[in-house]
Nanobody, 120 residues
Framework: QLQLVESGGGLVQAGGSLRLSCAAS????????VGWFRQAPGKDREFVSA????????DYADSVKERFTISRDNAKNTVYLQMNSLKPEDTAVYYC?????????????WGQGTQVTVSS
């Protein structure tokens, strides 16, 4: 079973940056696409970004384009989310998950989440 652990969250002022990490263990990580999602208080979980297994194809929600960059290092079994120009509306718990061929999150692959708080 693939297990993912997020880290790198924290408190940052608006305009600041954070880099989140999603570290994998268990099954072969490099064969999976990986997605980042976030959930703000009182809101549904939403898609943020995704990267394919090789790292040469990425996708972003409109709200984070030009500000966030997803990348991966399969040798380290890790996917990163570089977040720049952070806004208060980026405040949420951020989760990573492995994705199936249709880019739906694989059940049981969710990490525990990492809190990102952006102050104005």
């Amino acid at each position: 079973q693939l297990q993912l652990v997020e880290s790198g969250g924290g408190l940052v002022q608006a305009g600041g940056s954070l880099r989140l990490s999603c570290a994998a263990s268990g099954r072969i990580f490099s064969i999976y696409a990986v997605g980042w999602f976030r959930q703000a208080p009182g809101k549904d979980r939403e898609f943020v970004s995704a990267i394919n297994w090789s790292g040469d194809s990425t996708d972003y929600a409109d709200s984070v384009k030009e500000r966030f960059t997803i990348s991966r290092d399969n040798a380290k079994n890790t996917v990163y989310l570089q977040m720049n120009s952070l806004k208060p509306e980026d405040t949420a718990v951020y989760y990573c998950a492995a994705l199936d061929r249709y880019y739906y999150p694989l059940p049981g692959s969710w990490g525990q989440g990492t809190q990102v708080t952006v102050s104005s």
